[in-house]
């Protein structure tokens, strides 16, 4: 596609519940990264794609959110048993090569809400 | 501790002004660094990237420094529009992944 999309844009879930999150990248770009955004907050590193291996995945805050890439191409970011403090825009980023320095192009985020 | 320093005061200034924003960084030596600006509700949206080797960059009416000596980067945009009001984010590269600062918003009135 033309750019990166996310899915879906709005998410509210129940506490406890697991939740997906889907990116799907610029088509052709090898690298594929999750942030996280708390409200007013800057962007938090969550993991690092490059192809379908994940080579740094420092940044997941628990073993509770999970992420696969399959194909080189869609990524899902799986939180299990949510909490509230997991409410924020997930970001999802793709790049042409790993050297980044065509810069990331990002979507326009899932907004999860944990009630 | 690796750290990433924007004003977190947001900037106001007048339509036909220059605006500047600035990056500090501590304990990295990035090979590069880049600016975004990100729109509320939106994703970051790539602007500029400059080298470590590169002391100044521009791109229409974006100037973007580099002093890897003061580990500091500055941000211009000249004849600034009120379109030109958003948030903006400075990144470096020390690992595999761009670490962001937290933003700098900025209003521009006309």
């Known amino acids: 596609g033309a750019g990166v999309s996310q899915s879906p844009s709005n998410k509210v879930t129940e506490k406890g519940k697991d939740v997906e999150l889907r990116c799907d990248p610029i088509?052709?770009?090898?690298?594929l990264y999750w942030y996280r955004q708390s409200l007013g907050q800057g962007l938090e590193f969550l993991i690092y794609f490059q192809g379908n291996s994940a080579p740094d995945k420092s940044g997941l805050p628990s073993d509770r959110f999970s992420a696969e890439r399959t194909g080189g191409s869609v990524s899902t970011l799986t939180i299990q048993r949510t909490q509230q403090e997991d409410s924020a825009v997930y970001l999802c980023?793709?790049?042409?090569?790993?050297?980044?320095?065509?810069?990331?192009?990002f979507g326009s985020g899932t907004r999860l809400t944990v009630v | 501790s690796q750290k990433i320093e924007q004003n977190s005061e947001a900037l106001n200034i007048q339509e036909g002004k220059t605006a500047t924003l600035t990056c500090n960084y501590t304990n990295y030596s990035p090979a590069y660094l880049q600016w975004y600006r990100q729109d509320p509700g939106r994703g970051p949206v790539f602007l500029l990237l400059i080298r470590e080797n590169e002391k100044e960059k521009r791109k229409e009416r974006l100037k973007v420094t580099f002093d890897t000596t003061l580990k500091q980067s500055l941000f211009h945009i000249t004849a600034s529009q009120p379109a030109d009001s958003a948030t903006y984010l400075c990144a470096l590269d020390p690992r595999r992944a761009l670490t962001f600062g937290s933003g700098t918003r900025l209003q521009v009135q006309p």
């Open positions: 980023a793709s790049s042409l090569d790993s050297d980044r320095i065509y810069g990331y192009t």
């Open positions: 088509s052709g770009h090898t690298a």
